[in-house]
C-alpha cells in the first residue's frame, strides 16, 4: 500500500486543465512518485481543492478498527460512520474504498493483513473529515471518485 492523495474527479480534472498536465503525470504527483516544484505544487493544490490522504501505513498489532460490519451476499462493508467505508467483494479479492458515496479507490488481490491496513488509513481518513474545521460536518466536497490506481 502506497501513500497518495485522493480527490473528487471534478477536482483532478480541473487540475489537469490549469496546470496544464496529463493524467499520467497528475497521477504519479498525488501517489508521491515524483518530488519536483511541480508535483508538490499539485499536492498542495489537491489538498487544498478537498483531496484526502491514503497513508498506506501498516497497521498495529492488534488493530481492531471501530467500524460496523454489515454483510450481503458476495460483500462485506465496513463502515466509519456515513462517509467512508470498505467494500471488499470476496468472489473477486477486491476492496473498494467509499468516500462520500462513491469510490474513491480500488485494490485488487486484497489479503487479510492489507484489509487492516487500509482500514487503518481510512481510520484516519474518517477521523479527519469528521473533524471540525478539516472538512468535517456539513462540509461535503460533493462526488469522489479516484485519480490514481492503488497498486495490486
Request: hydrophobic share 35%.
Amino acid at each position: 500500500m502506497k501513500r497518495q492523495i485522493l480527490l473528487p474527479v471534478a477536482v483532478a480534472r480541473e487540475l489537469r486543465e490549469t496546470f496544464k498536465v496529463d493524467r499520467g503525470i497528475l497521477r504519479r504527483s498525488l501517489c508521491y512518485e515524483r518530488n519536483g516544484p511541480q508535483a508538490r505544487l499539485l499536492r498542495a493544490a489537491a489538498l487544498e481543492r478537498g483531496g484526502v490522504v491514503f497513508t498506506g501505513e501498516p497497521a498495529p498489532r492488534g488493530y481492531c478498527p471501530p467500524v460496523e460490519t454489515s454483510y450481503e451476499k458476495d460483500v462485506i462493508t465496513r463502515s466509519f460512520g456515513d462517509r467512508v467505508e470498505l467494500r471488499v467483494e470476496r468472489s473477486t479479492e477486491t476492496a473498494t474504498v467509499v468516500v462520500d458515496g462513491a469510490p474513491v479507490a480500488r485494490f485488487r488481490r486484497v489479503t487479510l493483513d492489507e484489509t487492516g491496513c487500509i482500514l487503518y488509513s481510512l481510520e484516519k481518513i474518517h477521523d479527519r473529515l469528521s473533524a471540525p474545521g478539516e472538512g468535517g460536518e456539513g462540509e461535503r466536497d460533493g462526488d469522489v471518485a479516484s485519480t490514481t490506481r492503488l497498486p495490486s
